[in-house]
């Protein structure tokens, strides 16, 4: 059985998958480099085990520390080709989109507004694909890749074949903005669709494509959500 394995940066989650190999999905931020052998060490993890790295989009939170991670482990870098421009032009900034119901996460976009660096190290990624995604039964993982824009356009999911999902930022636990910003209003297991997105009917639609793939949704910031309360969210 796929083993996962959860890590912190900050204020945004990072994934150890183990399978048949081990691969890290999304990087985190606002590290240093020399932070990160410890990351690993914490979870009992050597950097030349992690064959790849899957990034989620192009969002500085999930992909600055890209660079820093490949340079320790050796990793491939597998992300969609919208993410890829991020990744090689540093531009990981003026990417957020507010969509019509931001205001119930207005404090979280001011936060990020104010805190997202200027550039991001620049990587070459390696694998990069489009909207039809990748199967990762080729790099040892027993899922796949799957788009699911609406938060981004460059967004993915990796769906494992026990209906599992790591969803980057579909979905959000509020409580971590509460806190951020020392904001009584999001108590623990308050969740919501992310509305700083692109397109809400996009992201409502993405959300429902992971509903038909997955029962236990681990996201980018919070602890993973299971399938009723996701439900209600759609």
Known sequence: ??????????????????????????????????????????LGVAPEEISCIVISHAHYDHCMLAKAWKEL??????????????LRDGNARGRFAYGPKCYEVRKFYEFMEETTPPAIPTVEPDIVFGDEGLDMHPFGINGKIIHTPGHDDSH????????????????????????????????????????????????KASARKLLEEADLFYGGHGDPIPREIVETLV
């Open 156 to 203: 993915i999911a990796l769906v494992l074949d026990d209906r599992t999902a790591l969803t980057g930022d579909t979905f959000y636990d509020l409580n971590t903005v509460g806190c951020l910003t020392d904001d009584p209003d999001y108590p623990a297991g308050t969740y919501s669709l992310n509305w700083i997105c692109t397109d809400e009917e996009l992201i």
């Open 73 to 86: 482990t050796g990793a491939k870098i597998i992300c969609h080709e919208k993410t890829a421009e991020a």
């Open 1 to 42: 059985m796929t083993e996962i394995k959860s890590f912190t940066t900050y204020f945004v989650n990072g994934y150890i998958v183990k399978d048949d190999k081990t691969i890290m999905f999304d990087t985190g931020a606002l590290f240093e480099p020399e932070q990160l052998p410890g990351v690993l060490e914490e």
